[in-house]
Every structure is written in C-alpha cells, then in structure tokens.
C-alpha cells in the first residue's frame, strides 16, 4: 500500500496509547481524548473500512481511584490497577461509541492467546465474526492477570500481532509523540521523518523509553519493532499523534509512514519471529552460522556445540553463534534430552549408529527464521 492510498484502506487497526489517553502521570482517563479516537474510527467506519481499536489505558486510568500519583513499579499493584481501570475504560468507549449508534466490545487477551496456535484461531475466529456484525472490537491485553504481557511494553507489538492476525490492510500507532524524528524531538533542529521504506536508512537513529506523560511502558523501540512486524506481512504502519491521527487517516501527509513489503514474509515465520517463545538455545560453531545466514540451509547436528534449555520436539530455540549472538528462531525436531549425544556429528554417521530417523535436520530452512 502506498501512502497516497491510506484513505482507503478496508481494515484498519488503531492503537492508542496510554499516554495519549491520560495525560499527565497520575490522571484520570481524559474523556476528550476517547471521544476523539472515537470520532475518528467512526469517520472510517462510516466510509466503510472495519475497524479495530488496541487501547492501552487500563493500568493508567485505574491510577487516581487507587489513590496513585505514577505507574506502580511492582507487579501486583500493575495487576490491581488494570483491574480498576479497565471497567472504566471499556465504560468509556461503549458510551462514546453509542453516540454513532455503533457497538464496541472488550476483547482481553494474553500472550499466550497469540502464542498457542489454537488460542491464535480462536482469537481470529471471535474477531473476523465481530468485524461481520459491524462491531468495534476494543482489545487490550489481559493486565489483571497477565505478566509477561505487562512488562512487554504498551500493546504496540500487540497491535502489530493483530494486524497480521485479521490480515488488515493498515496498522495506526497513536502516540503521544506525532512522528519519527531523526534526532530526538526535544532538539532544537530535530526533522520528522515523512516515510520509512527501508529500515536500513533508520538504523542510526537513537530511539528511546516511554514516553514524556509517564504512564505508559513502551517508546519508540516498540514503535518500530510494530513496524518491522507488520511491515514484514505487507501491512502499512502510520505512526502519528492523536491530535493528526484522523487527518492521517484520511490521507493528510502528517506522521510517519512505514510502507509494507511487496514480498511479504509468511505468516508463520512472522509469528516464529516476534509471538512465539523460545524455551531453549542451539549454540552453533561458525560455520553453521556462515551456512544459515549466507547460503540458507538447514541446520544440523554437525554445526551444533552445546544446547541449553528443556524443549520437546516442535518447540521454538534460538539459534545462537559462537559469539553469543542470537541469529535465528527455529522449530527443532528433536527433545532438548536426544541432542547431547548427536552434536558434532553428521547425519549420516548418526543414521548408522543411532537408527535412520536420525538422519534429518535439527532445524529445517523452512521451520527457521533469521533475526
């Protein structure tokens, strides 16, 4: 999708940040900056596009009913908070979307709902059939009881996961900061950066933490991180503020605009990549490491050194070189408890001493992706 195409894009995800919803640290849910995210997905519903709105805001707006000045730096307090605020939060969406006559949703979901392959179709089943009715689905992950999820950092890896998730033809990340800027943009000089079509030419550019309200847990890394994840699937990514967000949408060149890849990455190498979670690591030498990355072949038992970690076979490693860097993600088709005994050796010498269904990659090419 080009830029000059965003106007028309069918299905839209919005993510709105918490930052963007509050305030300043320590303030109540602001009912002028839901109206406006409202006012803007009901402007795109009402030329047709379907959309769906990742909110972040449940921890921050259960701040000042808690009596808190700032987020709580300990987890159960994150958890008690979220629990507080997202009833208000949802609250406040479906009373401000009634004013269009259109209906919202809550739609909690975890880490391991986009992890676990039949969670990820159930989540998907439940959002196309949403979509269908003309329903607003307002997702937010579940921080009542969630941990990983809480830590990860503002829901913008989140929205990034469910655009690929509904195949969406546009992800919007509003911030509280209205583009990528090429220095940091408290800097005098500092220019916003209009598009991204390759990430090469972003490489040099500091980013930071969260952002300046203090409420929130992601930043800029997280803003792009979204970027790659969507960009990757041929998802367009609009970075913009909630005070342009509805002109970008509508095609102003405001923000900045991340193209999506004409050759997309599959699906479930995406989902390898940034939603599955390793549970051991394969350490390579460097010349299993020269063959992955340069040649792209399968990785076996001959380049592996060590292995670390407790994983069966259909479990999610990470493939680590001889410096400790970690190169790729892949599918092992072994147990972490069969592989001591295979290291350094080749198929073939394995086949003979251990039987013939030892003669088959650790990690096949088409179960691995590179980092």
């Given amino acids: 999708m080009a830029r000059n195409s965003i106007a028309s894009a069918k299905r839209i995800v919005i993510k709105i940040g918490s930052s963007s919803l509050t305030g300043n640290a320590g303030s109540a849910l602001d009912p002028a900056a839901v109206e406006k995210i409202v ?18 805001g449940a921890i921050a707006a259960g701040l000042a009913p808690l009596g808190l000045t ?33 209906t919202a949703s809550q739609v909690l979901i975890t880490t391991e709902d986009i992890v676990r392959r039949v969670h990820y179709q159930n989540v998907q089943r439940t959002l196309f059939k949403l979509l269908q009715l003309g329903v607003v689905p307002i997702i937010n992950e579940n921080d009542s009881v969630g941990t990983q999820e809480i830590r990860f950092g503002d829901n913008d890896r989140l929205a990034a996961l469910v655009a690929l998730l509904i195949d969406a033809d546009l992800l919007v990340l509003v911030s509280d900061i209205d583009a990528l800027y090429d220095i940091d943009p408290s800097q005098a000089g500092a220019k916003a950066i209009s598009e991204v079509t390759d990430f090469a030419d972003i490489a040099a550019i500091e980013v930071g933490g969260a952002g300046s309200a203090g409420v929130g847990s992601g930043g800029m890394v997280t803003k792009i991180e979204a970027a790659r994840i ?24 405001l923000g900045t605009y991340f193209q999506g890849q004409e050759r997309k990455t599959t699906s479930r190498l995406l989902w390898l990549a940034h939603a599955s979670t390793p549970q051991g690591k394969l350490i390579l030498d460097a010349g299993a490491v ?30 680590v070189g001889p410096d400790g860097k970690v190169i790729a993600r892949g599918l092992v088709a072994f147990d972490a408890i069969e592989l001591p005994v295979m290291l350094g050796r080749s198929t073939k010498e394995l086949a003979a001493a251990l039987g013939p269904e030892y003669e088959r990659e650790l990690v096949h090419r088409d179960d691995l992706v590179l980092l």
């Fill in 290 to 319: 020269k063959a992955i990355c340069e040649r792209g072949t399968s990785l076996l038992p001959a380049g592996v050194t060590a292995v670390e970690g407790t994983f069966i076979a259909g479990d999610t490693v990470e493939l």
């Fill in 70 to 102: 700032a987020r709580p730096k300990d987890l159960a307090t994150q958890q008690a908070a979220a629990s507080v605020g997202q009833g208000l939060l949802i609250h406040r969406y479906t009373e401000s979307f009634a004013q269009y006559s259109i």
């Fill in 39 to 56: 006012a803007i997905v009901a402007a795109a519903k009402s030329r047709g596009a379907e959309v769906l709105v990742v909110s972040s």
């Fill in 230 to 253: 969507a960009t990757g699937a041929g998802i367009s990514m609009l970075l913009t503020s909630l005070e342009q967000a509805g002109q970008s949408i509508a095609g102003a060149e």
